[in-house]
């Protein structure tokens, strides 16, 4: 994905740059230099958006599942 297909990517899902590093779990900064195209898009940030767009899950949706994730995940303890 290109700086210019994530920011297609962005304005098909109505997210901001800001958004989109939230949902992606990145910096701000990071979503800038990604629209830029100063750095790479990893593979896998690339697949979220162009799966959310194909399959038109909405942001809050998607954001939703990871909310969803952490409350079933088991806690880890410190060994005794």
């Known amino acids: 994905m290109t700086g210019p297909e994530y920011g297609k990517a962005l304005k098909a ?3 901001s740059q800001l958004g989109a ?5 990145v ?3 990071t979503s800038r ?3 830029a195209g100063e ?3 990893p593979r896998s940030a690339a ?3 162009l ?3 194909k399959w038109r ?3 809050e949706r998607v954001a939703k599942l990871d909310k969803k994730r952490e409350r079933s995940s088991p806690r880890v303890s410190a060994a005794p």
Request: aromatic share 4%; net charge positive.
């Open 13 to 15: 899902l109505r997210l």
């Open 21 to 25: 590093a939230r949902l992606l779990g």
């Open 27 to 29: 910096n701000g900064r």
């Open 33 to 35: 230099r990604w629209i």
């Open 39 to 41: 750095v790479p898009i």
């Open 47 to 49: 697949l979220v958006l």
């Open 51 to 53: 799966m959310m767009v």
């Open 57 to 59: 899950l909405e942001p």
